[in-house]
């Protein structure tokens, strides 16, 4: 292929003396405005198209190699194989393989080769690099070509890419197998845990157009606490103080905020000033919360299987919860008729219990509530109902994340009962807009509404009292 490639491009070059000699004189011009592009075109598209040739070349090697380490290594013994015993016996194999195939690669092709090849065995494949990644938040894989990730709230395209669907498929399949799960063209779509705790979703063609369609949320291991997101500027020291004698003195507090606005972060920092005495049980349908207290019981809902049995939901794990002595119940997000347990468990003896709810504000919170109470089917006056949620819920953190990626507890806000058949609130902090940099990131600032806290009588007696200044609104000096 190279061969014709070069025989075709010097015919032009060839015959070029012959018409300088039949016209000396009007040779000089053709000269400049040949030359400039024949020598710019190569200069710019060479060394792109050697690359990709050399990543599709690479490719190739590596799905041949992947089929023959398949069938050269002892997969039993793979469990029992230390890290660097296996990566030694893959490069060994590989070098074997790649001499009997008389493939010749350089250096630092070969290291790349042998990396590859030990994540696509023992790991996720092209994945694998992205999960190692600690600036990655979330991992978007939309067909075989194309794979999006998520850095400091932005998403950008990778270069990660799988060779074609088949090759997607069988990294899903390692994952869905590894917890139980399958998915298929009857069973499209599936919710699953890898192994350092990310939540991980699929879905499959039919359903999937375009090519199979993964979402791997992160999990962190290092939980960020309440002083690291007064660093990163999610909220202030006040705000803080706030929050600390709201958990500490028990107000059931309901995190609300849009989906990867940081609301399960958030319930984690909040979580930290539960005394460790105090038995905690926590339920979520995918394992995200890392509370550090002693005394901690841990539940996860179960989807049906195939035959359309077996299920627990989260309002099952909520039911038992409550008979096991719990002095509060961390609920992940409550999404369903799950909401009726919930308040209920608020209401009668269970304070200081927390969970998140997907709302834009506050107020939207508390219909939300409305709503999933309508739609679990349970007939009550709107009136009942909004006084069942007034007198459970004490304290509403609403978590945003703003068009320039950063998060931001956004709204702290109260709620202090009934008025006629109107929920009463107040809001206690706000984060105040200015306006926006040159590069679009967002000027603003955090401000008390200089409203005293509803609860202030109750902070004094658990031996909490915030001075009067923490109230005080914060003044911007004119720019």
Not at 140 to 155: A, D, I, T, Y
Not at 179 to 202: I, K, M, Q, T
Not at 381 to 410: C, E, F, H, Y
Request: net charge neutral.
């Amino acid at each position: 292929m190279f061969s014709k490639y070069k025989k075709q491009a010097a015919k032009p070059v060839a015959p070029a003396p012959e018409p300088a000699a039949a016209a000396p004189a009007a040779a000089a011009k053709p000269a400049v405005s040949l030359r400039r592009p024949v020598q710019r075109k190569p200069a710019e598209a060479q060394p792109a198209d050697k690359e990709r040739k050399r990543k599709e070349r690479l490719s190739e090697i590596k799905i041949q190699l992947h089929r023959e380490l398949l069938e050269n290594l002892n997969l039993a013994a793979l469990e029992r194989a230390g890290e660097a015993e296996l990566r030694s016996e893959i490069a060994n194999i590989a070098t074997e393989i790649l001499a009997e195939k008389s493939i010749v690669l350089n250096r630092e092709d070969r290291q790349q080769l042998n990396k590859e090849l030990y994540d696509e065995v023992t790991g996720l494949g092209p994945l694998e690099t992205l999960l190692q990644d600690e600036t990655v938040s979330d991992i978007l894989v939309n067909g075989p070509h194309q794979v999006f990730v998520e850095r400091s709230g932005k998403l950008q395209l990778s270069d990660i890419t799988f060779k074609d669907e088949k090759h997607l498929m069988r990294i899903i399949d390692k994952i869905v197998s590894a917890v139980g799960r399958r998915v298929d063209e009857s069973n499209p779509y599936v919710d699953a845990r890898l192994a350092d705790g990310s939540r991980f979703n699929a879905m499959v063609p039919p359903i999937a157009v375009d090519g199979s369609l993964v979402s791997i949320r992160k999990f962190k291991k290092d939980k960020l606490g309440i002083d690291d997101l007064v660093e990163f500027g999610a909220f202030t020291e006040e705000m803080a103080a706030y929050l600390q004698a709201a958990v500490s003195t028990r107000l059931n507090v309901i995190v609300s905020g849009g989906t990867g606005s940081g609301k399960t972060t958030t319930l984690n920092a909040l979580s930290s000033f539960i005394d460790n005495a105090e038995r905690i049980l926590t339920i979520e349908d995918t394992a995200e919360l890392q509370l550090q207290q002693t005394h901690v019981g841990r539940m996860e809902s179960r989807p049906p299987n195939v035959e359309g049995k077996g299920e627990v939901s989260p309002r099952d794990c909520l039911k038992n919860a409550l008979r096991m002595r719990p002095d509060r119940i961390i609920v992940g997000e409550t999404r369903g008729e799950e909401v009726i347990d919930m308040l209920q468990a608020m209401n009668t003896g269970h304070d200081g219990s927390m969970t998140t709810i997907h709302a834009n504000s506050a107020r939207d919170g508390i219909s939300r509530l409305e709503n999933m109470i309508a739609m679990a089917g349970i007939e009550m006056p709107i009136k009942a109902v909004r006084s069942q949620i007034a007198s459970a819920v004490n304290l509403i953190v609403q978590a945003s994340r703003l068009q320039d990626g950063s998060r931001r507890m956004t709204s702290i806000t109260e709620v202090t009962g009934m008025e006629g058949d109107v929920i009463s609130m107040q809001e206690i902090f706000r984060f105040q807009r200015v306006g926006l940099t040159p590069d679009n990131k967002i000027i603003g600032h955090f401000t008390a509404t200089g409203v005293r806290s509803h609860f202030s009588e109750r902070f004094r007696l658990w031996g909490y009292d915030l001075p009067p200044s923490i109230y005080e609104p914060t003044v911007m000096e004119p720019r």
